[in-house]
């Protein structure tokens, strides 16, 4: 299996995107300042901007794993779509499909409560 195949793509561990990995490195930077006396932070609760940054941070890298585990639904999705195009006109028994797609299933209703209760 080729590296650059969806399926391969999918299972590998999940990497932040450009724009979050900058929103960490601006948030890492802007950690150093926590807790400074100056008055201007504390006027504006600076701290406080600080822990919601970090928790909309905690929340994009749940997105991005999300992201990923959906990527591994679309792929088994793609390989059941093979096999039902391989096996034409050789009937497939309700039950062995129903074994096919039960995980599938579960799978993304598990991503879709995720993002469900994140919203």
């Known amino acids: ?5 969806p399926i391969a793509s999918a299972i590998s561990s999940p990497r932040p995107s450009f724009a979050f990995s900058r ?3 601006l948030r890492a930077t ?5 807790g400074c006396p100056a008055d201007p932070l504390k006027i504006i ?6 822990d ?6 905690t929340d994009l890298d749940q997105l991005n794993h999300i992201n ?5 639904t679309d792929s088994a999705l793609s390989m059941l779509l093979l096999l039902l195009d391989a096996a034409g ?4 028994p309700p039950h062995g499909l129903h074994a096919l797609l039960s995980p599938v299933q579960q799978r993304l209703m598990q991503s ?3 993002i469900s209760d994140m919203i």
Do not use: T, V, Y
């Not at 802007?30 to 926590?34: G, I, K, T």
């Open 68 to 72: 990923s585990d959906m990527g591994i």
């Open 89 to 92: 006109e050789n009937p497939i």
């Open 45 to 50: 609760g600076f701290d406080q901007l600080l």
């Open 30 to 34: 802007l950690e150093r300042l926590r």
């Open 112 to 114: 879709w409560n995720q």
């Open 23 to 25: 929103l960490q490195d």
């Open 1 to 5: 299996m080729a590296a650059h195949s």
């Open 52 to 57: 919601e940054l970090g928790e909309i941070c």
